[in-house]
């Protein structure tokens, strides 16, 4: 079978190199309104474990008081 050389489609230098323009950059968008809601879903679960904790230590030492 006879192979045949490819030769490369790159410049001599071997760098492909394409300067920024606004057409061929990604531009992100801001998520700030995500990120307040993740916030604000944190700081209740965290209040919510607090508050069921000092429930559970408030029904123990109501038990051990009445024993």
Do not use: D, R
Not at 31 to 48: D, E, R, T
């Amino acid at each position: 079978m006879k192979q045949n050389l490819i030769q490369s489609q790159t410049t001599p230098q071997g760098t492909l190199y394409q300067s920024p323009t606004s057409t061929n950059t990604v531009k992100y968008k801001s998520k700030s309104g995500l990120v307040l809601a993740s916030i604000i879903i944190i700081v209740m679960c965290v209040g919510g474990l607090f508050s069921c904790t000092a429930h559970q230590n408030a029904v123990a030492k109501i038990g051990s008081a009445q024993a």
